[in-house]
């Protein structure tokens, strides 16, 4: 028996040294010896993640035990707020896991989020339909108008109720079990869904030119581009262009030769498409299929209901109605593009008609034509350090803030900048990364993210949130620096004004701060968009990269003047993405869909979508509502939001200031800090004095 006791003794010895290294190793099990706690990219390891998600789900486990546990009478204090602030590890581990999977993934983070992802799932349905914590929840909500709680109090305490309602915390035991089922099945169709897009963008399509010739129309830049991804790729003296904007988009709008012209923009639009390994078709029924029986089952005739009931348009034919508003001017004013280009075509001697891959290519020549502006004359005056540096300055007019770059931070890549962001004062605001470039294992597009969200700890200290915006910009070249396209320059604009909504965050309960409907959350980015134009702010940050020479008036007047281009195309090719987000997501649970292309089809032949243009995104490469559900049923949002940027930026332009400062402060108080404090049209309205028009939209897009 002393032999038994002493071996016992000498493993728990042993399993408490190994617990102790380990935590000691793993650098997310111990506080952060980091500047301003930003996580220690420098020392995380593919193999930190899954025990510590295990670590925080021990430790998030533990807290809400103790809540339900809790003896004395559910109130704000024992419940609501307890359960605001739990699961701070957890937290803290899966943001960075999150981001970092589509921002610098690799095949062991792919094989890492087929076990993590699953147990996130897992973790969070226990929590959701865990009977005993709902009880307690609704007992405060039911007394919630008579415990003298606040105003944001009482708008915590509904939002949680209905969170836990909304996903199913009342259904019965045997409807539990099917959603656990459900949501299992959903998030790792959405992993692999999101692992195929990857691979087809990033791996499964090159184009290699051999032939000099066959760069014919190119620029030195893009040229060189492609021989340095070349190189990289080990095809040196050869030139790569891949299905990454940067790469395909110049392609498409310089190459003179067509054949390869559409052979690109095929693999482009064939993404997910190939009857190959990475095939989406089938992921896109199931996945469809799938939503629609949860829907159901959580009381909504369909996905779209579901998902819509909680944003301020409310229903599904409401946005219908919205869209449609705009989809005559957007394609009347697309097929006069159509015509306009198809004449140039004609006038040069070309026997065919417009095609698919030939839009951006005579889209430039149409340009020059017209506005006599050429993107290539813009380039040289849109460095990527001139433009971000533009950014911030109109931030320091807006709102008094500072930007300073800080070196020897951890990062994640060394393509990766860091600046700390402060008020007028000199108090800190928070810390801002910034990732430009594409790399392989980085997702396309660009988006804003987080690695700690705003919030004050227990003693009422202010905890900074971590921002960062993640982009897939034009790389530099050996002889010349990133020079953006006009696209690239809006979109940093777009991405930073996400990032000032996180900076500017303030609220005392995780689950408001910051927080709006999915409708409203494009509002602060897309309002930033409106001050890169301005002739003021061009005159500030649009510099020659050899001379400094700032961009010439002629040529901000071109700018300014051709600020209608394309925008039948942009307008169509958007509308019809979120039409067909629609359609997939208002079919009903004993809706049978035999074949992905033939419904895309009829939906894009119902609205009549001009034969010369696909939507933006195509089901099988639709990101936004496959990868990731927080845009299905709801890519329709960026347009909703754009009819409330162009009135907010509308109130500058009327009041003669565009850095109105009385202006700017309200906008940050309630669109941007308080956001979250009540429903999304209420603060805008405190913003504004009145609910927003469509007239300013129309206006801009040159549509009325």
């Known amino acids: 028996m002393r032999h038994l006791l002493l071996f016992l003794l000498v493993t728990i010895i042993l399993a408490s040294c190994n617990n102790m290294k380990q935590s000691n190793e793993n650098p997310f099990l111990s506080d952060y010896n980091t500047p301003f706690g930003v996580p220690p990219f420098d020392k995380i390891r593919t193999e930190h993640y899954i025990p510590a998600i295990e670590e925080g789900m021990r430790q998030h486990n533990l807290e809400i035990e103790a809540i339900v546990s809790n003896s004395e009478e559910p109130d704000f204090n024992n419940t609501i707020l307890a359960l605001d602030i739990s699961g701070e590890l957890l937290h803290q581990v899966y943001l960075t896991f999150d981001n970092l999977s589509i921002a610098e993934s690799n095949d062991e983070i792919e094989e890492a989020a087929r076990q993590i992802i699953p147990m996130m799932t897992d973790h969070s349905d226990n929590i959701i339909l865990n009977e005993a914590l709902f009880s307690r929840i609704k007992t405060v909500y039911e007394k919630r108008l008579d415990s003298g709680l606040n105003e944001s109090q009482i708008r915590v305490v509904e939002k949680y109720y209905d969170d836990f309602k909304r996903n199913g915390a009342d259904l019965s035991e045997e409807e539990r079990v099917v959603l656990r089922e459900l949501n299992q099945k959903l998030s790792t169709l959405a992993l692999q869904f999101g692992e195929n897009n990857r691979a087809e963008t990033n791996t499964n399509f090159k184009q290699i030119i051999e032939n000099k010739d066959e760069l014919a129309g190119l620029t030195d830049e893009i040229i060189e581009a492609a021989a340095i991804a070349a190189k990289e790729n080990g095809l040196e003296g050869k030139w790569l262009f891949t299905l990454q904007k940067p790469s395909w988009i110049p392609f498409l709008q310089y190459s003179e030769n067509r054949e390869l012209r559409e052979k690109l923009y095929r693999g482009y639009f064939m993404r997910g498409n190939n009857d190959n390994d990475n095939n989406n078709k089938k992921i896109v029924l199931e996945t469809v299929t799938l939503r629609s029986q949860k829907a159901k089952l959580l009381g909504y005739e369909n996905h779209a209901e579901f998902v819509i009931s909680d944003n301020m348009a409310k229903t599904p034919e409401n946005v219908y109605n919205f869209l449609h508003k705009l989809w005559n001017p957007a394609v009347a004013r697309a097929n006069q593009e159509i015509a306009e280009m198809q004449a140039i075509i004609n006038k040069e001697g070309g026997d065919f008609k417009l095609d698919l891959w030939d839009w951006w290519f005579y889209a430039e020549k149409l340009r020059k034509e017209k506005y006599d502006l050429d993107e290539k004359e813009l380039k040289p005056y849109l460095k990527l350090e001139n433009v971000r540096d533009g950014m911030y300055w109109v931030a320091n007019r807006l709102y008094g803030i500072t930007f300073t770059k800080l070196n020897d931070m951890p990062v994640y890549h060394p393509d990766v900048e860091v600046f700390e962001v402060k008020e007028a004062d000199g108090s800190l605001i928070g810390i801002f990364y910034c990732d430009y470039f594409p790399r392989s294992g980085k997702s396309v597009g660009a988006w804003c993210t987080g690695y700690r969200n705003a919030s004050y700890d227990q003693n009422g200290n202010r905890i900074y949130p971590i921002v960062s915006i993640v982009c897939n910009f034009t790389k530099p070249t050996s002889e010349l620096p990133s020079l953006l396209t006009w696209d690239e320059t809006e979109t940093l604009f777009h991405e930073f004004g996400h990032a000032l909504h996180g900076l500017f965050t303030d609220g005392k309960y995780r689950r408001t701060a910051g927080e709006v409907p999915r409708d409203f959350v494009e509002l602060p980015s897309q309002v930033m968009e409106n001050w ?173």
């Open 532 to 704: 890169a134009a301005e002739p003021e702010v061009l005159k500030h940050y649009a510099r020659h990269y050899l001379t400094d020479e700032p961009m010439p008036d002629e040529l901000i007047k071109k700018i300014v003047n051709s600020s209608y281009f394309n925008q039948g195309f942009n307008t169509t090719e958007y509308l019809a993405a979120s039409i067909l987000d629609l359609d997939w997501h208002v079919i009903t649970e004993d809706t049978v869909i035999d074949d992905v292309l033939v419904f895309e089809k009829n939906s894009m032949d119902k609205i009549k979508l001009p034969k010369e243009i696909l939507p933006r995104y195509r089901s099988t490469y639709f990101a936004h509502i496959f990868e990731s559900i927080g845009y299905s049923a709801g890519y329709y949002v960026y347009y909703w939001a754009a009819q409330l940027d162009a009135d907010a930026f509308n109130a500058f332009k009327e009041s003669g200031d565009l850095f109105n400062q009385k202006l700017a402060a309200d906008f940050r108080k309630y669109c941007l800090s308080e956001c979250g404090e009540d429903e999304g049209m209420i603060q805008y309205v405190k913003f504004r004095g009145k609910e927003p028009v469509i007239e300013p939209l129309l206006v801009r897009m040159g549509l009325k």
